[in-house]
């Protein structure tokens, strides 16, 4: 069997794709998909109680570097993650090998300490990666090529298609982020499940 997931455009991405992973169909069979996640899709998670998808959306894995935990400085946050690395719901990565710690470095001088150990990683070890950061996207584009960007309305999207959540229960999230500031370019999950 196959698992198709749509695309929508989202202008500022690269190509105007949301989240590239959409933008392949897989075979059930192929391995799980492993994703760097950087501050941005992690934090928009915890702001809508839902780090548990990490956990719980098959076929994919969520991983975070040392340096994206360090990142989150917000004490409620900062427990949440704390909580969500303790059941195993998210796995913290080292960088020590040393063409990661070199292109880390290199990726530093365009993108902050967490989209650069993301990026690093994902190229070395040949993983996706999960960002809302337009910036770090088009890099993310540029180093690993079309089709290895998740973004948070991706994420919920893969979510409501596991049967995790209900879109109603999706444009609910999309509301509380949009209180946040996180805009999403669409009025209604509907318009892209």
Known sequence: PTISIASWKTP????????????????????TVVVVTDT?????????DRTEFFARIPDY????????FQEVMDEDQR?????????????VETITDV??????????????QGESACLAIASARGYAVATDDIKAARVATELLGEGRIL???????????????TVEEADACKRTLESRRFIMSFGSFREIV
């Open 12 to 31: 500022g991405y690269p190509n105007g794709e949301a989240w590239g992973l959409g933008s392949r169909s897989r075979d059930a069979s192929e391995r």
């Open 40 to 48: 941005t899709v992690l934090v928009n998670l915890i702001h809508i």
């Open 61 to 68: 894995e969520f991983i975070l570097p040392e340096e994206v």
């Open 79 to 91: 427990a949440a993650l704390g909580r969500a690395v303790a059941d195993n719901v998210l796995r």
């Open 99 to 112: 063409h990661e710690i070199a292109l880390k470095i290199e990726l530093s001088a365009r993108l902050g």
């Open 151 to 165: 973004t948070t309305p991706g994420l919920l999207v893969l979510a409501i298609r596991a049967g995790l959540m």
